[in-house]
């Protein structure tokens, strides 16, 4: 089953608006009752990356060709590990140090898979966007991993900033370079 | 692996890396307004109040920025059928207001 262009379109859009939400989530900080800032500990962003893995496992299903099927999959795979990791630790059931680099290291590999995209298809009608939304993944992911390593602590984490860009342009990307 | 009653719930706080700064930003040090200041501290002190409400902030910059992307490029409209609103509030500038009306939501105080 191959889906219209505009259908993979909009699966694109929601994905990148449901990105927008975890991030904005993750790393803006929340007003708490006393009136002072802090982290949001919400099981949101674990429980939104699954659901998220999920719609990109769903591409396997629908793509019509063999390296999209491929990419999407392995995609799938770390958001679900991510989220399942993330989802443990916030919970309590399973704590470790470098449970801190799990987002991180996630956006790293996503990144990294969209270079991969464009290089396996670099005459397709979306490569461009593909290579600027991987640039931005790799900046978010590095930033933060930077962050975590280094165990700073800015109100506002830097990353946000190419993390935001790569889910606008998931929001932003034309019809004819979904891919 | 922590035992059922040991767990944290859901609502509870977990350690962040950014929590000493995100406090040192809304503490009331940060948010007393002294007479006489001058324009650099009153600035200081608006980019610290921003940043400590950074979701209302940004929710409106998302609401401003879907306005603005719904004039220039228009929305179509597909109908009052249920597939057909799903398909008219999937549109970019509907998916911004949702995560602006999300941003709102999960910014107010607990």
């Known amino acids: 089953m191959i889906l219209p ?3 993979i379109a909009r699966a694109h859009w929601i994905l990148g608006a449901l990105f927008l939400a975890i991030i904005l989530d993750e790393y803006l900080p929340l007003i708490g009752g006393d009136g002072r800032p802090r982290r949001s500990p919400s099981i949101v962003v674990p429980w939104a990356l699954m659901i998220g893995a999920a719609g990109v496992w769903a591409t396997v299903v629908f793509a019509d060709v063999v390296h999209d099927m491929l990419i999407h999959f392995l995609w799938g795979d770390i958001l679900f590990a991510a989220g399942a990791l993330e989802l443990a630790r916030r919970r309590g059931v399973y704590e470790r140090p470098w449970l801190d680099t799990v987002l991180p290291l996630a956006f790293l590999g996503c990144g990294i898979l969209f270079l991969v995209h464009v290089e396996v298809d ?3 009608q979306g490569a461009h966007w593909h290579l600027a939304m991987g640039s931005l993944l790799i900046a978010g992911g590095a930033l ?9 602590s800015p109100v506002v984490p830097l990353a946000l900033v190419p993390l935001m860009g790569f889910a ?3 929001i932003a990307i034309p019809v004819a370079a979904a891919s | 692996m922590l035992e059922r009653e040991q767990r944290p719930l859901g609502s509870d706080r977990f350690p962040s890396a950014i929590d000493e700064a995100a406090s040192r930003a809304g503490s009331p040090v940060a948010r007393r307004t002294p007479p006489g200041r001058s324009p650099l501290d009153l600035g200081v002190a608006a980019v610290q109040w921003a940043l400590a409400h950074s979701r209302a902030v940004l929710g409106l910059v998302l609401v401003a920025g879907a306005g603005a992307w719904a004039i220039a490029r228009g929305l179509t409209y597909y109908g009052l059928s249920p597939v057909h609103l799903g398909y008219d509030l999937d549109q970019p500038p509907w998916l911004l207001l949702l995560v602006s009306g999300w941003l709102w939501y999960r910014s107010r105080r607990r």
């Not at chain 1, 933060?144 to 700073?152: A, I, P, Q």
């Open chain 1, 5 to 7: 262009q505009i259908q």
């Open chain 1, 122 to 124: 670099p005459s397709g």
């Open chain 1, 144 to 152: 933060d991993l930077f962050r975590v390593l280094r165990h700073r």
């Open chain 1, 168 to 170: 606008l342009a998931l």
